[in-house]
Every structure is written in structure tokens, then in C-alpha cells.
């Protein structure tokens, strides 16, 4: 099992589960299962694009996009995982007109997001996380990416 460590702030380590790494089109997506403080497990995904300047669209974007415009960030799991709830994430939405459109996107700030997926674990072997993401600038976007498969080991 390959796993992470968190450091706390009295500089301590303890082990948060396995972890797995994608960087595709611009972004590097972090994926871990995680125990909550309820006793449950949850899937927590960051997307941390690679520039500075880039936001990704809302989970909350329809899938077809608004006027055939953007992708909404996608998070789910397969394999030795079920979801048990609604992914959430960290960051607030904020609306981004771009120039020259007349059109809204819900995006949320520059920077990394993270993604909570609370999960249960139906397996000992093979979880995977999917995630599908656009990433964009005041300027340009990066080629999106639709249901990347993120292998975690469970083993």
C-alpha cells in the first residue's frame, strides 16, 4: 500500500492512507483515501494547476457546459469504492464573464481546489477515482480532461 504522510504542526507524521498522482493538460490531481473524524473514509482530490492564473468551472457547471463553454470539475469513484455522498470542495464559486461574451461561468478562484468524496469501501484490492477538469485563464484554456481514471492501491 503506498501511503502519505501529513505533518502536523508539532511536527509529528502520521499515515493518511494511499495516494496516487495524475498531471494531465496542465493540472497535477492529488488523490487520497482518507479516514474522517466520524470513522468513515472519504476520497479528498486536489486539482493544482500548473500556472498561475488558471481556475477551474464548478462542479456545478451544467455538463454540456453554458453555451457549449467550459467543463465542470468531475469526481467519482469505481472499483473497491461507492460513494456515499456528494462530492464538496474548499473554495467558494465566483462568476467569470469572459470578455466579449455574454455569458457567466461559475468558476472558482486561481489556484488549487480540493474535493471531498465521502466513500465506502467495498474491497481490499483496486479503488480508482475519476475526474474530468478544464482549466482556464483570463486568456486561454488548456485542452480538458474527461474521465481520467486515477488508480489507488488498496493492497
Do not use: W
Amino acid at each position: 500500500m503506498t501511503s502519505a504522510l501529513l505533518i502536523s504542526g508539532c511536527g509529528t507524521a502520521r499515515p493518511t492512507g494511499p495516494t496516487a498522482h495524475s498531471t494531465a493538460n496542465g493540472v497535477t490531481v492529488t488523490v487520497a483515501l482518507l479516514p474522517t473524524s466520524s470513522g468513515q473514509r472519504e476520497i479528498r482530490a486536489t486539482f493544482s494547476p500548473g500556472q498561475t492564473g488558471f481556475h477551474l468551472y464548478s462542479i456545478d457547471l451544467p455538463p454540456e457546459g453554458i453555451d457549449g463553454l467550459g467543463i465542470p470539475t468531475r469526481l467519482s469513484v469505481q472499483g473497491d469504492l461507492t460513494a456515499t455522498g456528494k462530492p464538496a470542495t474548499d473554495r467558494p464559486i465566483r462568476l467569470l464573464r469572459p470578455a466579449g461574451l455574454q455569458v457567466e461561468l461559475p468558476v472558482y478562484s486561481d489556484g488549487a481546489v480540493t474535493f471531498t468524496l465521502p466513500v465506502r469501501q467495498t474491497g481490499s484490492h483496486q479503488a480508482e477515482a475519476v475526474v474530468s477538469y478544464g482549466a482556464c485563464s483570463e486568456t486561454r484554456c488548456l485542452t480538458p480532461v474527461t474521465d481520467k481514471v486515477i488508480r489507488l492501491s488498496l493492497d
